[in-house]
């Protein structure tokens, strides 16, 4: 595959982190964010972490102009950024849902819709957006997560309609359960209780998911578009 920026939402822990290094070992230059400032432990000149709350319109065009000033313009673009709020729908608040859809749906409008132009310009692109199971067959407690996540399918089938002809492909991935901050409030007794239904009996690793990621945007994938492809031991089978 010819090395690529590729720009990664959410590129400080968890499975944002793990695509991030695996994209620069293989060579491509990776620009990641986080709300925070953060640095990459692995000190590969490919890996360039940046501060962005993509849920902040400006912020995002502000980034994205101070990019391609320095040339770096991304060809594939990763909207990994998530967050959850759990809570039983009757005692939801507001911030609760305004907070987990901006974040992981109206941040992934945000930035596809601040790099499109250049893709088709060059007619060429990945974009893959990090869903989940949760969309896919919802979740007590995760009516606002559901909902975002499964707006991401949406997202993905008509904007792959659009821009398919234009050579850029456009994707979502579902986890299950992976093993990252975001499950770590789940106890031994809780995973054990999760892990009884997947009929592959274990939690996923951020490289299962990574794996998947990296065939969907590479030169082998480029007659799959408008897919939601499940990386989730068989949990949810559709
Ligand atoms: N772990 C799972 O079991 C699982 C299952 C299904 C789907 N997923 C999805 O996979 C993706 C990654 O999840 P993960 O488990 O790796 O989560 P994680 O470990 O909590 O990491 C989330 C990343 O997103 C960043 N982030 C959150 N809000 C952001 C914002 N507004 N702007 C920019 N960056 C933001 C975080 O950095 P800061 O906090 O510093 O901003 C962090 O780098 C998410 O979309 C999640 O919904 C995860």
């Known amino acids: 595959m010819n090395k690529e920026i590729i720009f990664i939402s959410g590129a400080s822990r968890g499975i944002g982190l793990s695509m991030a290094n695996y994209f620069a070992d293989a060579g491509h230059i990776v620009i990641g964010t986080s709300r925070n400032n953060f640095k990459f432990e692995n000190n590969s000149a490919n890996l360039i972490p940046i501060k962005l709350d993509i849920t902040c319109r400006d912020s995002v065009k502000n980034c994205i102009d101070s990019l391609k ?10 909207n990994n950024a998530g967050i ?52 896919l067959m919802g979740n007590p407690g995760q009516v606002n997560y559901s909902s975002a996540k499964a707006g991401l399918s949406g997202f993905t ?9 234009r050579g850029i492909t456009v994707n979502s991935v579902a986890p299950g ?8 409030f789940l106890d031994c007794d809780a995973k054990n ?14 490289t299962d ?30």
């Open 84 to 135: 959850t709020s759990d809570q039983l729908f009757l005692r939801m608040k507001d911030e609760d849902w305004d907070a987990v859809v901006s974040t992981n749906l109206t941040g992934t409008f945000n930035l596809s819709k601040a790099l499109i132009k250049n893709m088709l310009k060059n007619k060429f692109g990945r974009i893959i957006n990090i869903s989940s199971v949760s969309g």
């Open 193 to 206: 209780e999760i892990v009884k239904d997947i009929p592959l009996k274990r939690m996923g690793s951020t």
């Open 209 to 238: 998911v990574t794996l998947l990621v990296a065939f969907l945007i590479s030169q082998e994938a480029s007659y799959i578009t408008g897919q939601t492809i499940s990386v989730d031991g068989g949990l949810y089978m559709y």
């Open 157 to 165: 089938k008509s904007l792959a309609k659009e821009v398919g002809s």
């Open 177 to 184: 359960f992976i093993e990252t901050d975001m499950t770590s």
């Open 69 to 78: 000033e320095k040339n770096l313009i991304p060809s594939i673009l990763i």
